[in-house]
């Protein structure tokens, strides 16, 4: 599928379990973005990468972790899964640095329990 | 500490009327992008704003930015339902807004 996707698209998991988050895009966009959205925060940047092997902390990066081998992969990974980790994730990318938009993906909602 | 703030963040309005959402922010940028969310759904662009003074239209949306005064409007001409939706504005490409919530109503 052209375009950005990620998956799973829903994830139901426990306190203390390693969990990735998978997102993959077509474009061959140079930037990658990972954000978490929680009511009354809006979109919050967890990581992001300029290309591959470069990554960058964003605002709450605490807790996750993420690689880049390949351009168009880019997964987030939760090392030992918090409640305060429940939230709505999105990865996004674009061609170039700030005369772009963003282009997001269609979300992973991930519970933990 | 960067912050971008938007209002209303709240915002219900009936079919025909007008309305401005504005985004404050606390950095310096010349640019500037507003996003659109539908209910469940993920985010799309609505507006890229490069330059102070920049202004650009699509339908009923208008964006604007004044870089000087760090603030940028969407301003909303004759609402429609289907223009229901969560807006932000995000600025330095990753810092958004926490959304306005648009609700038009017949």
């Known amino acids: 599928d052209a375009g950005i996707t990620q998956s799973p698209r829903y994830k139901i998991t426990e306190t203390g379990r390693q969990v990735t988050l998978m997102c993959h895009q077509t474009?061959?966009?140079?930037?990658m973005f990972w954000y978490r959205q929680d009511l009354g925060h809006g979109l919050r940047l967890i990581y992001y990468?300029?290309?591959?092997?470069?990554?960058d902390k964003g605002e709450v990066p605490d807790g996750y972790v993420v690689s880049r081998s390949k351009t168009e992969n880019f997964p987030l990974t939760l090392e030992s899964a918090t409640r305060s980790q429940t939230s709505v994730y999105f990865c996004?990318?674009?061609?170039?640095?700030?005369?772009?938009?963003?282009?997001f993906g269609p979300g992973t909602r991930l519970t933990v329990l | 500490e960067l912050k971008v703030e938007q209002n209303p963040l709240f915002l219900s309005m009936q079919e025909g009327k007008n309305y401005t959402i504005y985004c404050n922010y606390s950095?310096?940028?010349?640019?500037l992008y507003w996003y659109r969310q539908d209910p469940g759904k993920s985010l799309e662009s609505l507006f890229v704003?490069?330059?102070?003074?920049a202004v650009k239209q699509e339908g009923r949306l208008m964006a604007s930015l004044d870089t000087k005064a760090r603030l940028s409007t969407l301003h909303i001409t004759a609402a429609v339902h289907d223009l229901s939706a969560t807006y932000f504005c995000?600025?330095?490409?990753?810092?958004f807004g926490t959304g306005t919530s648009l609700t038009v109503i017949p």
């Open positions: 474009w061959s966009h140079s930037y």
């Open positions: 996004a990318s674009n061609f170039g640095w700030s005369y772009n938009e963003q282009f």
């Open positions: 990468s300029a290309a591959a092997d470069i990554t």
């Open positions: 704003l490069l330059s102070n003074g």
């Open positions: 995000a600025v330095v490409q990753f810092y």
């Open positions: 950095t310096t940028s010349d640019r």
